[in-house]
T-cell receptor, first 114, second 117 residues
Framework: GAGVSQSPRYKVAKRGQDVALRCDPISGHVSLFWYQQALGQGPEFLTYFQNEAQLDKSGLPSDRFFAERPEGSVSTLKIQRTQQEDSAVYLC????????????FGSGTQLSVL | AQKITQTQPGMFVQEKEAVTLDCTYDTSDPSYGLFWYKQPSSGEMIFLIYQGSYDQQNATEGRYSLNFQKARKSANLVISASQLGDSAMYFCAMRPYSGAGSYQLTFGKGTKLSVIP
């Protein structure tokens, strides 16, 4: 596709369940980012990949959050033992180069933990 | 650490008029980038404009311009000739160019712009 694709668009999980969120960046984009956006707030940085290397994971809130990008394209954000405070929109973004300033965002996955 | 402050939770503008969305920032980094993104109800963040801290001239992209005042640490977005499609949330963001957080965009809380026909 032409843009960044995220799936699923909506996810409802019971507290304690594991979830996996997928991001398909624009083909050829080197950089991939995950952001978390709580209701009424701006996005907050979670993690950054340059190709398959995870160069910054300082924004992951706890060790229940794990992200991977094994072949340098598709990325998965996994949340184990979900809790209510994990409810948010998870945004994925990609950019062409390592220092390219223009990020292309997907429409996000809205996660609701009941 | 970086901080972005957007003091206007909501703004109204008449169609075809210009509007300024305020943004102030705080950082101790000597060089950084400033950004504005638009988020319509579909949820996708759309890049609008970028300003580097060492750029001498204010950035412009079509109807968007960034009023950069470094001494005041402000980076206001000016939208000229507002259109109904401009109704959305607008986020100011910044990224330092050195240090541990140099890959991270820090966003403000956003301003909801409503364009009135």
């Amino acid at each position: 596709g032409a843009g960044v694709s995220q799936s699923p668009r909506y996810k409802v999980a019971k507290r304690g369940q594991d979830v996996a969120l997928r991001c398909d960046p624009i083909s050829g984009h080197v950089s991939l980012f995950w952001y978390q956006q709580a209701l009424g707030q701006g996005p907050e940085f979670l993690t950054y990949f340059q190709n398959e290397a995870q160069l910054d994971k300082s924004g992951l809130p706890s060790d229940r959050f794990f992200a991977e990008r094994p072949e340098g394209s598709v990325s998965t954000l996994k949340i184990q033992r979900t809790q209510q405070e994990d409810s948010a929109v998870y945004l994925c973004a990609s950019s062409f180069g390592a220092t390219n300033e223009k990020l292309f965002f997907g429409s996000g996955t809205q996660l609701s933990v009941l | 650490a970086q901080k972005i402050t957007q003091t206007q939770p909501g703004m109204f503008v008449q169609e075809k008029e210009a509007v300024t969305l305020d943004c102030t920032y705080d950082t101790s980094d000597p060089s950084y980038g400033l950004f504005w993104y638009k988020q319509p109800s579909s949820g996708e963040m759309i890049f609008l404009i970028y300003q580097g801290s060492y750029d001498q001239q204010n950035a412009t992209e079509g109807r968007y311009s960034l009023n950069f005042q470094k001494a005041r640490k402000s980076a206001n977005l000016v939208i000229s000739a507002s259109q109904l499609g401009d109704s959305a949330m607008y986020f100011c963001a910044m990224r330092p160019y050195s240090g541990a957080g140099s890959y991270q965009l820090t966003f403000g809380k956003g301003t909801k712009l409503s364009v009135i026909p």
